[in-house]
């Protein structure tokens, strides 16, 4: 694949980083070379907050190289750029109406399909995200060895999917992470984020790379893919750094 891209986009869990913990060493370092040759992009069923407690903080940067760095939060349902602090540029927040429809809809669900909760969960199973919606099997700060073993091959989400379509269908439902699903607004989803970049940032979609560990169908990074973005799907934060020397070492 042609690596000379303008813009670089990055999934954060799973790709930049170790399900709900933050960058380590070697991508803190790495990271902030990559703002200096590209502009980049990082987009997350996470929240902003997350952002910052996972990936910002540990940059090893100074904050000018922010002006090359765009977020997009919860499935790009909110888009950050820094102007001095970082700032919204929007957010598609959800009615008070829409959640309680999702929340419910969560109940009916699970019924449907006898699905029981595990025994023991760590924090907020179903979370509200402002412009988002998360379900996790174990709760918000689950241990990562607990959560990649529940479902490796996304088929209990799938399924909880499925049964969710059946009630809110006007709606975006994507699995995510380890054991999380995503809702947002219909048209909301990581493809809507990549057109506010090529609108925003007026670069074409064949200058766009996007890196991401949920590329199969029904996965959260799924709809770049479909949108005719090259892609390159990675098993975790591993691969992503090998991805990142390569961009650093190609030739302008």
Same mark, same amino acid.
């Given at each position: 694949? /042609?690596?000379?891209?303008?813009?670089?986009?990055?999934?954060?869990?799973?790709?930049? /980083?170790?399900?709900?913990?933050?960058?380590?060493?070697e991508? =803190?370092?790495?990271?902030?070379?990559?703002?200096?040759? *590209?502009?980049?992009?990082?987009?997350?069923?996470?929240?902003?907050?997350?952002?910052?407690?996972?990936?910002l903080?540990?940059?090893?940067?100074?904050?000018?190289?922010?002006? /090359?760095l765009?977020? !997009?939060?919860?499935?790009?349902? #909110?888009?950050?750029?820094?102007?001095?602090?970082?700032? =919204?540029? *929007?957010?598609?927040?959800?009615?008070?109406?829409?959640?309680?429809?999702?929340?419910?809809?969560?109940?009916? =669900?699970?019924?449907?399909?006898? *699905?029981?909760?595990?025994?023991?969960?760590?924090?907020?199973?179903?979370?509200?995200?402002?412009? +988002?919606v998360?379900? #996790?099997?174990?709760?918000?700060? =689950?241990?990562?060895?607990?959560?990649?073993?529940?479902?490796? @091959?996304?088929?209990?989400?799938?399924?909880?999917?499925?049964?969710?379509?059946?009630?809110?269908?006007?709606?975006?439902?994507? %699995?995510?992470?380890?054991?999380?699903? @995503?809702?947002t607004?219909?048209?909301? @989803?990581?493809? *809507?984020?990549?057109k506010?970049?090529?609108?925003?940032?007026?670069?074409?979609? /064949?200058?766009?790379?996007?890196?991401?560990?949920?590329? !199969?169908?029904?996965?959260?990074?799924?709809? %770049?893919k479909?949108?005719?973005?090259?892609?390159? +799907? %990675?098993?975790?934060?591993?691969e992503t750094?090998?991805?990142i020397?390569?961009?650093?070492?190609?030739?302008?």
């Open positions: 694949m /042609n690596l000379k891209k303008e813009l670089i986009v990055f999934d954060l869990d799973g790709t930049l /980083n170790e399900s709900k913990l933050p960058i380590d060493e991508m =803190a370092i790495l990271f902030p070379k990559l703002l200096e040759k *590209y502009k980049v992009s990082v987009t997350s069923g996470k929240g902003f907050d997350l952002f910052q407690n996972q990936f903080k540990f940059l090893k940067c100074n904050k000018s190289l922010f002006n /090359n765009f977020l !997009f939060p919860t499935c790009s349902t #909110s888009f950050y750029i820094f102007k001095e602090d970082w700032i =919204a540029v *929007y957010k598609e927040i959800l009615t008070k109406e829409q959640k309680e429809k999702i929340f419910s809809s969560f109940k009916k =669900a699970f019924n449907d399909i006898s *699905y029981k909760h595990p025994e023991k969960t760590y924090g907020v199973v179903i979370e509200d995200r402002e412009t +988002q998360t379900f #996790s099997a174990f709760g918000q700060i =689950a241990p990562l060895e607990l959560k990649q073993s529940w479902d490796p @091959d996304q088929k209990k989400r799938l399924e909880i999917v499925d049964a969710l379509k059946k009630y809110i269908p006007e709606f975006e439902i994507r %699995v995510a992470g380890t054991t999380s699903i @995503d809702i607004k219909k048209g909301i @989803d990581k493809a *809507y984020g990549i506010q970049m090529e609108k925003y940032l007026k670069i074409n979609l /064949n200058k766009m790379l996007f890196i991401g560990d949920a590329l !199969f169908e029904g996965g959260n990074d799924y709809p %770049v479909q949108l005719g973005v090259d892609c390159i +799907q %990675v098993s975790g934060p591993k750094k090998e991805l020397k390569k961009l650093l070492e190609a030739n302008f």
